[in-house]
C-alpha cells in the first residue's frame, strides 16, 4: 500500500478546496476530491430536519474511507478532507442532541474500526480562516442549503473546528506533520509572491517534486 502524500482540512468554505487545485497543478499532485454517495440526499434531508444526522454521517464516513483506501494504492494523491474532520461534524451533532447516546457509541465504534486500517500522511495541511470571512465566502457563493443552514450552525462548526490539530495529533499518535495555513485574506491566491512562497514551504517536505509553472506564467 502507497501513502497518501497530503491531506487538507478545513472548515467549509475555509479555502481548502483552492488549496488542492494548486497543489496538484503547481506541484503535481492527483486530486481524490471529496464526493459522497448519497442517493439518497441526507445532506439535503439534514439541512431541513436534523433526525438525518446520524444516517448521514455514517454514509460520509464510509465514503470517507473508502477514499482514504482508494488515495492510498500509490504515492502521488492529494485528499480533500479526509474521515478525520467527519469526526468533528459528529461530535457536533452529539453535543447538539442530533445523536443519541447509542447513536454516538455505533458512530465511534465504527470509526475507531476504521482507523486501524488508515496510515497517515506524509503532511496534513490545516486551512484557517476567520469566522467573518468564512459566512461572506458561503453567501457569496450562494449554494442553497448552506446558506439555509443558517449563522448559528456555521458558527457551531467552526468552534468545533478550532482543535481540530489536537484531535488529529491524538489519533495519529503524532506520527505525521503538520503545516497551518491563514487563508483569510481572499487575495492569497490571486497574490504571487505569496502563492510562491507557500509552495516553497510545501516543495520543502516533497523535495524530489518542482514547482510547475501555473496558467499564468
Known amino acids: 500500500m502507497g501513502q497518501i502524500q497530503i491531506i487538507v482540512e478545513g472548515m467549509t468554505a475555509s479555502g481548502k478546496s483552492t488549496i488542492v487545485s494548486l497543489l496538484s497543478e503547481r506541484l503535481g499532485f492527483d486530486v481524490m476530491p471529496e464526493e459522497f454517495r448519497d442517493p439518497l440526499d441526507l445532506l439535503g434531508r439534514f439541512h431541513h430536519d436534523r433526525k438525518w444526522a446520524f444516517p448521514m454521517q455514517l454514509n460520509f464516513l464510509v465514503t470517507r474511507f473508502a477514499q482514504y483506501l482508494c488515495a492510498s494504492e500509490k504515492d502521488n494523491y492529494i485528499l480533500d478532507r479526509s474521515i478525520f474532520g467527519d469526526k468533528v461534524y459528529a461530535m457536533l451533532y452529539y453535543k447538539d442532541r442530533y445523536f443519541r447516546d447509542s447513536q454516538l457509541g455505533c458512530y465511534l465504534t465504527l470509526y475507531d474500526s476504521l482507523l486501524r486500517y488508515v496510515k497517515a500522511p506524509k503532511l496534513f495541511v490545516i486551512v484557517r ?11 457569496d457563493r450562494g449554494r442553497q442549503d448552506e446558506i439555509d443552514a443558517g449563522e448559528e450552525y456555521w458558527r457551531s462548526l467552526y468552534d468545533a473546528y478550532m482543535p481540530f490539530l489536537d484531535l488529529v495529533k491524538s489519533e495519529l499518535h503524532g506520527e505525521v506533520t503538520f503545516y497551518e495555513l491563514e487563508l483569510s485574506d481572499a487575495s492569497f491566491i ?7 512562497a507557500f509552495l516553497e514551504d510545501i516543495r520543502a517536505y516533497f523535495p524530489e517534486r518542482r514547482i510547475l509553472p501555473g496558467h499564468e506564467d
Not at 190 to 196: A, E, G, R
Open 129 to 139: 480562516c476567520n469566522f467573518d470571512e468564512i459566512m461572506r465566502r458561503i453567501h
Open 190 to 196: 490571486s497574490t504571487p509572491s505569496k502563492v510562491d
